[in-house]
């Protein structure tokens, strides 16, 4: 993972970072499977806290009977003090994705996502979550049903645009790209027994090529949103 993080931050060749992926995938796909044929079949990988997940997928069929065979690795790592009202901790998850293996499309794929949690006083958090993926290999003429490219808009993700509306065609359809830059900060007040308020801004960037001064390329909102302290929060924003 080491060597595949310092790949990407050095912009190695999309060859180069996509065979390095491959070799990454087969080596823990091997040592996995060996070890743990039943439960690689029943795709029971992992333990609650430190979790390495290798799935061997051969799905995605659609109307056209496209199909794509990929391999992946996961990694979840959750050091939160509270699994549904959180006041301090991090949460980290990564995917590592290599699609190929005789399938009809052929790309390699990263997706990282690390969120932070700190207290300013008894009824108040800080909180901010960012995320980077990209895609490498990906043909423009791959028809991207199972929506693996990177979208952006709604509740949990830019706040400000509908579902997948922040990047449109010409005629107004969601458009992906290979690239997805994305960071939510807010801060969470505590009013009344269950009842709270978030302040809350997000800024990202979907991209075919990652910009030098990417800062001055993320496109932001902000907003205000209520919140109710259940296993279901709902958020009412205003933007």
């Known amino acids: ?9 050095k912009d190695e060749s999309p060859s180069g970072i996509s065979d390095a992926i491959k070799d990454a995938l087969y080596a823990k796909s091997a040592e996995r499977i060996g070890a743990h044929k039943d439960t690689v ?9 430190d979790q390495e997940e290798v799935d061997s997928v051969v799905a995605d069929a659609s109307e056209d009977n496209i199909q794509e065979r ?3 690795l996961k990694l979840n790592i959750d050091k939160k003090d509270d699994p549904l009202f959180t ?4 949460l980290f998850n990564g995917v590592i994705k290599s699609a190929g293996f005789g399938g009809s499309r052929e790309y390699s794929k990263i997706d990282i ?3 932070t949690y700190y207290p300013l006083t008894k009824r108040s958090v800080f909180a901010m979550r960012i995320q980077f993926g990209k895609i490498w290999g990906w043909d423009e003429n791959y028809d991207d049903y199972s929506f693996e490219k ?11 645009w509908e579902v997948l509306r922040f990047s449109e065609n010409e005629n107004n359809e969601p458009t992906g790209e290979t690239i997805r830059l994305m960071t939510n900060i807010e801060i969470r007040q505590k009013i009344y027994k269950s009842f709270g308020m978030t302040l809350f801004s997000d800024g990202g ?3 075919e090529v990652f910009p030098k001064e990417f800062y001055s390329e993320l496109i932001w909102d902000s907003g205000i949103g209520i919140t109710v302290d ?5 958020y009412t924003h205003l933007t």
């Open 230 to 234: 259940t296993p279901s929060v709902s």
């Open 87 to 90: 006041k301090k901790g991090l």
């Open 41 to 49: 079949a029943n795709s029971l990988f992992g333990s609650t806290e």
């Open 1 to 9: 993972m080491d060597e595949l993080m310092d790949m990407i931050t």
């Open 150 to 160: 990177f979208y952006l808009g709604g509740s949990t993700s830019m706040r400000g």
């Open 70 to 72: 990929s391999v992946s």
């Open 113 to 115: 996502t690390l969120n």
């Open 205 to 207: 960037l979907l991209a």
